[in-house]
């Protein structure tokens, strides 16, 4: 039997999107499975291979099948292909074994000419809508099957537009329109010098070379290379039959959710327009019909229409949203998949396929976004009040919720007026560690410059506080407290509100909703936590959030930052005075009046979380971070400690940083500074020490070394931390055990890890830092040329946000094989902000760790992403 | 036989430092060779494991065995321990496998009591030096053996110089020692609550058990666990018998050179004092008479001691140091070791010793030090002048080489007092970018911060030019043009000298020699090219610096930095004017003006080596380096381009980064900026095509990519350069070959080398960004701490100078496996500033690497350190 490279839809099923394309393959299945949907066939991408092999063309023999499978379809719906009644239109698409932009899209309409035009107005009784699919087609052909440049024929209708005074196209009559076509075609002739061709078959022929070329073309090369896909792949093309909705009243089209999208429940959602076409439905220029219409209007097809719906849940074993059209009386469906649905709709829809017997536990656990769980932790805004309104600019989404309050410029100004009843915003260029007063006391954070991982973005997540940032299109004016958007001047009394989970900042307020957790959340989630292997901690230190991050159900604090509680108004004079004396005896005076409020700190997460595990970190930033910048603030300072304006200005210039990312700080502080570890390692041992006490359960505090990128240097703290941390132990003659282990966040620590976890109890890999250093960029300088990257498709995707498997994720693999083969015991776990992206969870599920740590609102994202990455392994081994 | 745990000297040969430790192997290698030392014994390392293994006793067997060596030395030196006459002094020193500080060291005099120091006293008729020995005997048992602090015992010391209004140690009398051994004794008997011992066999068992019990010591098993060295190995004592030059006239004591240090000549250089003890030769007390004195007094000694010295060289094969003693009229050698030389003389001696046929070429190769070819390159200070002087103040020495000059505070100021005749040293807090001009016009730089790697060190060594960097005794006042060392200040018409091969920076002007070459210098370096296989390549870009780089051997430009370009008075406006522009049109237009500035500065360094390799790395730095920074500059460039100060102000803020190390910068400003990239593409390829017609020599440029961490972003700046080099060549109808590579500096381009590797064309490792980012610390801001880390032992030696090879250099080895697999073409090399260190080069031809690329005055270092590294490679096979 010769070789067949041209295959109908319905002899196709199961031969692969290798040989058919994702596309073609797709479409096989939907006729495999029994949806009516409009006939065609796909030309194989060995087709593809052939023409190249041929000096690109396509040989008779392959031409005959296409014809034949034209025949095929002619038969099928009952058309003619350029006939002279009933005339057979048809879409052609290119259809890649991977999706690739730089190729020919598609040409629709293709089969028309200026007989079968003139048919289709006679047989629709609708000769705009037959010349206006004329006119597109043309255009279509002309553009995208032979490759010339639209703008002339653009000109055409714009001219044509701008002579009769019309604003839409919709204005322009079915004459106007035919002398469109003809100006269209004397173009083409100029251009190609030839007749627009009238032969369908030359039309479909030439549009399917069309395809095959663009494989070639030098965009699509680029695309390629930079995505690994072999040349030698070829593409498939897909020939498909047109149908029309707005034929007759007999026919018509709607789109339909097998489910309800809004509230998950188990009933057809579906809107019909009788004599329409899918434009019509999305342009909102008439009012669709209650589905009931169709079954009014066509029993048969309504039974057809509800029993296929079914049929497609049962088969994708999902709800689906699908787009269908009826012509004269014929149901087809033009595409189906997956329904977007709302947080609750996810649940509820999980929950019932299960109890359905459609799916099972496994396969309902990983149907569920584990992102969108987001929005069920937070408040938000009312959906009615939000679809009316334009947002003043968009920014990142860099904490979810929903926030309203009045303009706060300054942390202090923001502070005051929380303190004083009001609701604020707070608004900044770009937030620092000075400002954490003002973000607790702030409903929601806006800064104008700042990536999703800037300090204002990681800080309110980890507050589980409202935060867009790097909204670009707000000028804020810090000294005159201003933010102007366009010509527009808002102040401190105007209110902003800021959605979170968008990005959209709006002037005014707007109605909130509580947050709502049904009875299908736990549900799933309980499902989830059977099937998880990795524990779930959370990045928290405040009381708030220690018992936030308990209550989302944190299996322990994994990460405490000590940086933050200095900050308070009492604490960071002693601060700043340990930084500006000069002798080891002044520091050590200096942190002993800390001693006791570091103490209290950690004996309120103690008391939390009781015998759950708690890991916290020692001093990790610059100092020069603590210091004051503004001029009245170095002045109260100098007068206080009994020093002049001059000296603490030197002081500040000494400890100025030109990096300080890659300055003097985390463990390099404690080899300067071994009293500031000291200092630290009393306050948790002590704090330890009551609170096993007072709850009368035992507690074992886990000390985390920031930084770490040598043996020697993790071995000199621990000895300060060790020695520190036993002659407490022995004077207060009580049992206590304690780990010390260390942060992987440097580069050459993974590469050294097996000479570390000699000496440590636990990694935790801080993927935030590690990915800067493996990418060589700040976090805060990336945002500014990152989205070039987006733009020329150099990146995909935010490697702060999900981890970059190649890079950093070697780096984690090859520290976590090191790392345990030097000590079998070593606690394995990240800490940074990918610890609560899902797609990051499952590598680090897949690379062995054994916990992840994330800020408390992503603890149920990352259990239920654990528990996904569980399930996938599981299946995986099957 | 039983085991044997004590070996004098003479039966020790061979037996290895495992048994014998570094200090007890070495003595036997003496003794083997015939050299005369005082007799001694070593008690082994297995002893030490057995005192362990014996609850911390010596076993009595081997208290017999030590017991029976004292014997044996009595019987070699006709003395007697603890005897009625000429009485056995000896010394216990410890000497483990590897030296280790934290252990006990060293207890001299061992062997004297209350009669013994009567006996020496009468015998040496020196009453004053008996009781000398003695009281440091006591303090050294009592303080090093016993372990107990010296400080009551120094202060009875102190106190009595007080009483007698003495000033100096030496005006003490005997009977005032005698006096003080008394009270000594009387303070040991009150803290140990018994006599000091009497018996010298008691002294020796104690002090033989201090040292193992040393061992374990906190301080030695904290070092031993930084350091890797296992417990098990244990420690050895030496014990060998004192002699005393300053005995009588027969006596004395000298230090010798086998030859001259200076000039490297083959005549002994020596000196002797009779009657005298080491440290009077060393105190300058008593000048030393010539050798011939010896020979005139005791003709036997000095001819055994001419052909012992000639023993040892021919035994070590090196010019040797040696101390040695002569008592009653028998010579003894205390120690030798290799000479310290002049860089002339360590290349004669290396030379000579081949002629001589006691070294093979090979080994005259691997004799010389590489790094001190750098003070035959540079002029230097007269070194009698030198010597006389004392510095202000010792920063690090940056870039070696000498240079004298008034203060000029500012870059500007520098060039316009250069250019009126004066010469000046550049003095700056730190130097930025815009300061080239200042530092190309001074004589050399002096800066008050940075480290060996920062700004002003980095770029110094690049031009030659000397340079103190960070010398933070000196305290700049920019603003009022003042130096400030302690009260003492210097304006811009005080002289400064300035040492760059110490650090030293002196007032005044000191007297110059000139570079000098020998022809020793050229055999050598003829020597090392034949055996060498890495290629030598420099790091260089203006005229005069690729010019220096030929002549000193390069055989290549690895690195042509295009940023120091665009410092010039003439460009620096069009590139101001470039970043300032908002449209790409706009940047096209100033960039314009750029190329013909950019084209002539490759035509002349192509020019200049023909058909050597040229890599050309494309714009690297920041854009806001190039900005103004002053107010009258900003002012007047807001003039200059019709723009108000603020606009000005503005941008420089806009392109403000946090961390600009880690920042917009790179390749980066190429994938948002491609018309920069396009411009100097145009301008290599366009200089190219000139200079090949021009030399009729076939030219192929390497476009170098800084900072790639992807191979996407690779193939998209590639894309640019491959399209722009094209087209000219295409137009200019001529054949080019060029080349495009990537700078791997970045983490993660190390471990993607295989996707990069297969559209690059070479890879230049740039180490230094690779191990900021590696360790995660910036160079700039590590100054700071780093001396923490040293004086801590955390870090041995600096990462920026010689390659980490655990780390960064894993890097490299897995950037080099991996890019070889995927493109075995791939030319590889190294363009940090560890091309030009020694033992960064033995690493990078171990690793395989193709060349390195150093600064100028570095080539012949690199070429002498890839010869020994070669030859290295060769021995380790044999």
Request: charged share 25%; glycine share 16%; net charge negative.
């Given at each position: 039997m010769a070789k067949k490279y041209v295959y109908n839809f319905e002899e196709a099923?199961?031969?692969?999107k290798e040989l058919l394309g994702g596309k073609g393959a797709g479409l096989a299945e939907m006729i495999h499975i029994g949806i009516p949907i409009p006939p065609g066939f796909t030309v194989s991408t060995e087709a593809c291979t052939l023409y190249y092999e041929s000096k690109k063309q396509i040989p008779d023999y392959v031409v005959k099948e296409i014809y034949d499978a034209v025949h095929r379809v002619e038969k099928q719906t009952?058309?003619?292909?350029?006939?002279?009644?009933n005339p057979l239109l048809v879409s052609v698409r290119s259809g890649a074994r991977a999706s690739m932009p730089g190729m020919m899209d598609t040409v629709l309409n293709?089969?028309?000419?200026d007989e079968t035009v003139e048919i289709l107005a006679k047989e629709t009784n609708n000769p705009r809508f037959a010349y206006d699919s004329y006119r597109r087609f043309i255009l279509m052909y002309t553009n995208?099957?032979?490759?010339?440049?639209r703008t002339e024929m653009d000109k055409m209708l714009e001219d044509l537009k701008e002579e009769r005074g019309?604003?839409?196209?919709?204005?322009?009559?079915a004459d106007e329109l035919k002398g469109l076509v003809d100006k269209f075609k004397a173009y083409y002739k100029k251009v190609?010098?030839?007749?627009?061709?009238?032969n369908p078959y030359e039309q479909l022929i030439e549009s399917v070379t069309a395809v095959f070329r663009s494989w070639d073309n030098p965009r699509a090369n680029v695309y390629r290379k930079m995505h690994n896909?072999?040349?030698?792949w070829g593409t498939a093309v897909n020939v498909q039959a047109m149908v029309f909705?707005?034929?007759?009243?007999?026919s018509g089209t709607g789109v339909a959710f097998?489910?309800?999208?809004?509230?998950?429940?188990k009933t057809i959602f579906a809107e019909y327009l009788p004599n329409a076409q899918g434009e019509d439905v999305v342009a909102g220029t008439r009012t669709p019909l209650h589905i009931e219409e169709l079954d009014a209007r066509h029993p048969e097809v309504y039974k057809e229409f509800v029993e296929t719906i079914e049929r497609m849940e049962k088969h994708y074993h999902d709800m689906q949203d699908m787009e269908f059209t009826v012509e004269d009386g014929k149901l087809y469906f033009l595409q189906t998949r997956s329904g977007k649905r709302t947080a609750q709709a996810a649940l509820k829809i999980a929950s019932d396929l299960v109890d359905e017997g459609i799916i099972d536990i496994d396969e309902a656990v990983l149907r569920?976004?584990?992102?969108?769980l987001d929005t069920l932790l937070h408040p938000s805004f009312d959906e009615k009040e939000l679809a009316k309104l334009t947002p003043l600019s968009v920014g990142l989404p860099a904490s979810p919720g929903a926030a309203t309050g009045k303009l706060a410029f300054t942390a202090q100004e923001a502070k005051e007026r929380f303190e004083a009843g009001e609701k604020v915003i707070l608004i900044r260029v770009e937030t620092s560690p000075e400002d954490i007063e003002g973000m607790v006391a702030a409903e929601g954070i806006l800064t104008m410059r700042g990536g999703m991982t800037s300090h204002a973005a990681v800080v309110a997540r980890g507050m589980g506080k409202t935060c867009v940032a790097g909204a670009g299109g707000i000028v804020i004016d810090e000294v005159n407290k201003t933010a102007r958007v366009g010509n527009k001047v808002y102040t401190d009394q105007d209110v902003f509100s800021l959605n979170g989970t968008t990005g959209s900042v709006y002037a005014g307020e707007i109605k909130m909703q509580a947050a709502q957790m049904t009875g299908y959340f736990g549900r799933i989630m309980a499902w989830a936590d059977e099937r998880r292997r990795l524990e779930v901690h959370a990045n928290a230190e405040t009381e708030r959030d220690v018992q936030t991050a308990k209550d989302f159900?944190?299996?322990?604090?994994?990460l405490a930052r000590t940086?933050?509680?200095?900050?308070?108004k009492d604490r960071i004079f002693y601060m700043r005075k340990m930084i500006l004396e000069d002798t080891v005896e002044g520091r050590e005076e200096a942190l002993a009046s800390l001693l006791p409020y570091q103490r209290d700190d950690f004996y309120k997460i103690f008391k939390i979380m009781g015998k759950l595990n708690v890991t916290v970190r020692l001093l990790d930033p610059?100092?020069?971070?603590?210091?004051?910048?503004e001029e009245d603030q170095i002045v109260s300072l100098a007068k206080a400690l009994n020093k002049t304006p001059a000296d603490i200005k030197t002081r500040i210039s000494d400890l100025h940083e030109f990096n300080p990312m890659m300055g003097h700080r985390g463990l390099r502080l404690a080899v300067s500074y071994p009293e500031i570890a000291k200092m630290q390692t009393t306050a948790i041992i002590e704090a330890a020490i009551l609170a096993q006490k007072d709850l009368g359960e035992k507690i074992t505090p886990e000390i985390m070394i920031p930084l770490t990128l040598d043996s020697k240097e993790f071995l000199y703290v621990k000895n300060i931390i060790t020695s520190t941390a036993d002659e407490i132990i022995k004077e207060a003659n009580v049992k206590l055990d304690y780990l010390v282990g260390t942060m992987i966040e440097i580069p050459r620590a993974t590469l050294l890890a097996d000479e570390i976890a000699k000496d440590a109890s636990f990694f935790s890999f801080g993927t935030n830092d590690l990915t800067q250093m493996t990418y060589g960029f700040s976090r805060d300088d990336a945002a500014k040329f990152l989205n070039d990257y987006y733009d020329k498709k150099i990146?995909?995707?935010d490697p702060f946000q999900t981890i970059d498997q190649k890079g950093v994720g070697e780096l984690v693999k090859i520290a976590v094989e090191r790392g345990r083969e030097a000590n079998p015991d070593l606690h394995l776990g990240v800490c940074g902000?990918?610890?609560?992206d899902p797609l990051s969870v499952e590598f680090f599920h897949n690379v062995g760790l054994d916990y992840v740590s994330c800020s408390p609102f992503r603890v149920p994202v990352a259990r239920l992403a654990a528990a996904q990455a569980a399930i996938k392994e599981k299946l995986a081994k099957k």
């Open positions: 099923y199961g031969l692969g009952g058309k003619n292909f350029g006939g002279k009644s293709l089969g028309l000419n995208i099957a032979k490759g010339h440049p019309y604003k839409l196209d919709t204005e322009i009559t190609f010098k030839e007749d627009f061709p009238k896909i072999p040349y030698e909705g707005n034929k007759n009243e007999e097998s489910r309800s999208p809004s509230t998950g429940e569920v976004d584990p992102n969108i159900g944190a299996e322990g604090i994994g940086e933050h509680m200095f900050f308070d610059p100092l020069h971070e603590f210091l004051p910048q990146f995909a995707q902000e990918h610890g609560g």
